[in-house]
């Protein structure tokens, strides 16, 4: 598998907002577009380069595609293109301004802990969803 020619859906195991929100994309991935890894996992450390990241930077979710990572609300918004209608309708609001989408972005992933909760453990996929999941 070429990982270049992937759209990786990069998200933090620990998470409950994130876990749901990996749920409805596994369940609305429009033919199988979408692959999945945590932020924790292997894959995640090799091509984010994980370690050389900023302290503090929100990390609930970045989206990988063909080698192009987005990350913040340009995650949110591109990733939902390969989703199935209605959700893939988040992808036509990249017009609204990147500083607003990721202001608000910011201010959900500061709280996701406190509002949502947060898994002892990271996500497992089940049998049926092991072939969307890299490691």
């Known amino acids: 598998m070429d990982i270049s020619k992937q759209r990786i859906v990069f998200f933090d195991g620990y998470c409950n907002l994130c876990n749901f929100s990996v749920n409805v994309c596994v369940r609305y991935n429009s033919k199988g577009k979408l692959k999945f890894a945590s932020l924790q996992s292997e894959t995640a450390k090799r091509l984010l380069n994980i370690e050389l990241r900023k302290p503090g930077e929100p990390d609930s979710i970045v989206f990988w595609d063909h080698g192009r990572v987005f990350t913040e609300s340009d995650a949110v918004m591109r990733l939902s293109r390969y989703l199935v209608f209605p959700i ?28 949502f909760g947060k898994k002892s453990t990271c996500r497992l996929p089940s049998e049926k969803e092991r072939t969307m999941f890299l490691d």
Request: hydrophobic content about 45%; overall charge positive; aromatic content about 28%.
């Open 88 to 115: 893939s309708v988040f992808g036509s609001f990249l017009w609204i301004p990147k500083s607003f989408r990721d202001a608000v972005y910011r201010w959900i992933a500061r709280n996701r802990y406190r509002w």
